[in-house]
């Protein structure tokens, strides 16, 4: 099993930046992709941005070139750098860890706000 746990959220401005880091903690080795994803009030939880093992990442649409996944294994910590923030990216966003033979663990979330 491995535990999640996202920091860096909270209230900006449009245009701005944030970067939330999700800690993994925990059968680190049976990890096979990292992702994040979000939820809007209202709305499903929709997939932001995917990192594999292997260092391969991808984006949805709606975040490519303003969103960076990425991970420092010395830490055990997975980011993701939002730049050009909009306010339709306000959110609750989490972070997601696949593992071996089908399962996977998420973390609590954490809130993100885009508002002037």
């Known amino acids: 099993q491995v535990q999640l746990v996202e920091s860096g959220g909270g209230l900006v401005q449009p245009g701005g930046s944030l970067r939330l880091s999700c800690a993994v903690i925990g059968s680190i080795t049976s990890i096979t992709a990292l992702k994040w994803y979000r939820q809007a009030p209202g709305k499903q939880r929709d997939r932001v941005a995917t990192?594999?093992?292997?260092?391969?990442?991808y984006y949805a649409d709606s975040v490519k070139g303003r969103f960076t996944i990425s991970r420092n294994n010395a830490k055990s910590t997975l980011y993701l750098q939002m730049n050009s923030l909009k306010p339709e990216d306000t959110a609750d966003y989490y972070c997601?860890?696949?593992?071996?033979?089908?399962?996977?663990?998420w973390g609590q979330g954490t809130q993100v706000t885009v508002s002037s």
């Open positions: 997601k860890a696949d593992r071996t033979w089908g399962n996977s663990d």
């Open positions: 990192l594999t093992t292997g260092g391969g990442s």
